[in-house]
C-alpha cells in the first residue's frame, strides 16, 4: 500500500473539524486525491467510497481503520463520528475537561478552527477539534 504523503495542511484540519456527518468528512479528508488514489492505497473500492462519502452506506470498523491510516488522522475519532463508541455523560469530568480544551483551543489567536459554528456543537465534535489541535500543535490539552 503506497503512503500518504505528508500530514494535515492546516486548512484540511479546519475543514474536518466542522460539526459535519461521517460522509462529508470523509469527503473533505480525501481532499485533492481521486477515490482511485484512495481505492489503490486501501483496497476499497472507488463505488463503495463513493456511496460513504454521500452518506448513503456506514462505514464499517474495518474501512475506518484503513481511512484513518491512509488520511493520517485518529481511528478513535473517526470511529465516534461514524456513531461507533459509548455517548459521553455531558456531566462527567471527561465532558468538563473537553469544554475546558475547546475553549483554549477557540482562545488561541493563532489557531483558527474555519468557519465558527452557528450552533451548539456535540462534544465529540469539541473532543475531535481539540485532538486535531493536540495533533497540530504537539501541545497535550487532555488525559
Known sequence: MEEFNGNLSPERVSEAESNEEIGPLLKRLRGELSLRDITRRTGISSSYLSQLERGDRRPGRKVLRGLAETYNVDLRQLLRRAGYGPKPDPNSNEALE?????????????????????GPLSLNAKRFIVEMYERFTNRRLLQ
Not at 475546558?100 to 493563532?110: N, T
Open 98 to 118: 473537553v469544554e475546558r480544551a475547546y475553549k483554549y483551543v477557540l482562545a488561541d489567536p493563532v489557531f483558527r478552527v474555519g468557519t465558527r459554528p452557528d
